[in-house]
């Protein structure tokens, strides 16, 4: 068993498969306590559903649909490809982090704890916070976006109404989770079939679609700052400790094949999920492209598009719900922005527990972040209205794409290391392919920061004084922001986290494949009752 094991590790397999499927011999086992393998097979999926529908939250929130409205208006159907590229990533490295959490028990923040200095320990937790904050803005932002749409309050008030709002969803959250998550889901698609019937009714043409989903365009001005922000929005750097924490509300023996059919299965379920997303988003931006691009364009509406934003996006919707279309808009955009705050929760608790072994009540922890996301969105709804507002959103989706890569290079490191995952880290092909994906996202990320910086530096109206001093602050930051990258892609990991499987008794791993227990075998399972004040999905 050990030898078939060290053959698949050297063979650089991704996971150990299981051996030995005849029954064990009568003199190996005296006590005559061998019973039938139980079944494994898809019923068993549906015990592992939850966590990657969970995160996949995420990625229908108010940041997504504000950039794509965005793309559409602005470039119509040249952006999808960036939807594609970014969906298929999120589902490389979701599954990447949920297979973590799986195989070591422990979630992304607790490992980078573990591995890391002191000094970059307290960095990567403060670039966390940071994006938990960034993804914050837009839930704050939607959310008041729907109350003034639904009782004509301003955009600020509604932003101090969000502290309210979360109080009372933390509240409805001792209801039951599953169903609230579940009502909240149904609201979310509800703008769903309402972007889907528009789109059967202003019929994009299906080949300019298929073009710009599959042929690459930076085209236009403010393209490529368009498709940063599209990448933000979807690939977001808290999901990745988020999902891999979640994983950990569900009891896996710590075998081969519970290991193994609990990453397949979480594997399928984000699929699943993320390609519901990727449809979604993919709606949105048709027909946003689709409206904002059409020859017979009122002149309001070509006001509305040229500088679109989740307040004034409900007339794409007036040809399938007419007058209503606000209402029923600025519902689904509240349900989208208060959904998005389970995943904000959550991963505020894991980062906070992981980074630093602190825990705190969930709606202390909620209340705050809330109120730290509430200070700019509401200096800036106060200043600049609802434009300035929708703005905000582009810039914090921005954010959260310069920050991926302080969450996105542990991930892929840890998730390749064999003193991580031991036999159970990833196969040549993800990691090649992995890095590739990561490596073109930051890329594109210093590219765009050094090119944008640059071109601002050069065209701007400040004294040449003021130039130079902002050159003398900000160019230093832009060296250590791409010196902390190359930093964490080269450092070597010297912390052994992975445990091997039981050897004591030459049958307990057979035992544990087949989901035998007795006395003397105890099940394994990387549960976590340390975890068990943050609320988790059951």
């Given at each position: ?410 991930l892929l490191k840890f998730s390749s290391s064999s003193t991580k995952l031991g036999p159970h880290k990833n196969s040549i092909y993800i990691i090649v392919i992995s890095w ?103």
């Open positions: 068993m050990e030898n078939n094991q060290q053959n698949q590790v050297n063979g650089g397999s991704k996971r150990i498969v299981a051996v030995a499927e005849s029954p064990l011999p009568s003199s190996t086992n005296p006590n005559n306590d061998y019973h039938e393998p139980q079944k494994h097979g898809w019923k068993n999926f549906f015990a592992y559903v939850g966590p990657g529908f969970l995160v996949s939250l995420a990625y229908l929130d108010p940041g997504n649909l504000e950039t794509d409205l965005q793309a559409g208006a602005n470039h119509g159907y040249e952006l999808l490809w960036v939807i594609l590229i970014g969906l298929i990533f999120a589902l490389i490295i979701q599954s990447l982090a949920a297979n973590l959490g799986v195989s070591t028990g422990k979630h992304l923040s607790e490992l980078c704890r573990a591995e890391y200095p002191v000094f970059v320990k307290y960095c990567l937790w403060i670039l966390a916070e940071v994006a938990v904050i960034a993804a914050d803005i837009p839930e704050v932002i939607g959310t008041a976006f729907a109350l003034n749409i639904l009782f004509h309050i301003p955009v600020w008030v509604g932003v101090l109404c969000t502290g309210v709002s979360t109080l009372l969803f933390i509240g409805l959250q001792r209801y039951g989770v599953r169903k609230l998550e579940l009502l909240i889901a149904v609201l979310v698609f509800v703008m769903a079939a309402c972007f889907f019937g528009e789109m059967s009714y202003v019929k994009p043409p299906a080949k300019e679609v298929l073009k710009g989903m599959f042929i690459p365009k930076l085209n236009g001005n403010g393209a490529t700052a368009d498709a940063i922000a599209l990448l933000g929005a979807l690939v977001m750097p808290h999901n990745l400790f988020l999902h891999s924490a979640l994983v950990l509300s569900r009891k896996i023996p710590h075998s081969v094949r519970g290991i193994n059919d609990a990453c397949k299965y979480f594997l399928i379920e984000s699929g699943f999920a993320l390609f519901v997303a990727f449809l979604i988003n993919v709606a949105v931006i048709s027909v946003s492209g689709t409206v904002c691009g059409a020859d017979n364009l009122s002149q309001e509406n070509k006001d509305s598009c040229s500088d679109i934003t989740l307040n004034s996006a409900s007339f794409l919707l007036k040809n399938v719900l007419g007058k209503s279309s606000s209402t029923v808009y600025a519902i689904a955009l509240l349900a989208s922005g208060q959904s998005s705050t389970i995943t904000g929760t959550y991963a505020g608790q894991f980062i906070m527990q992981g980074f630093l072994d602190l825990k705190m009540k969930t709606w202390l922890r909620n209340l705050v972040t809330r109120l730290i996301a509430i200070t700019p969105s509401l200096v800036v709804s106060i200043i600049g209205g609802s434009s300035g507002a929708g703005r905000l959103i582009i810039i914090a989706s921005m954010i959260l794409s310069f920050e991926l890569p302080f969450a996105l290079i542990p590739i994906l990561g490596l073109g996202i930051i890329g594109i990320n210093i590219y765009y920061l050094t090119t944008a910086f640059v071109d601002w530096l050069i065209h701007n109206n400040l004294p040449k004084v003021g130039n130079v001093f902002i050159g003398i602050v900000v160019f230093p930051l832009m060296a250590i922001y791409i010196l902390s990258v190359i930093y964490l892609m080269f450092r070597k990991d010297t912390v052994v986290t992975y445990i091997d499987p039981i050897k004591d008794n030459p049958n307990a791993q057979r035992y544990m494949e087949d989901g035998i227990n007795n006395m003397e075998l105890v099940d394994r399972v990387p549960y976590r009752e340390d975890l068990a004040d943050i609320p988790l999905p059951q």
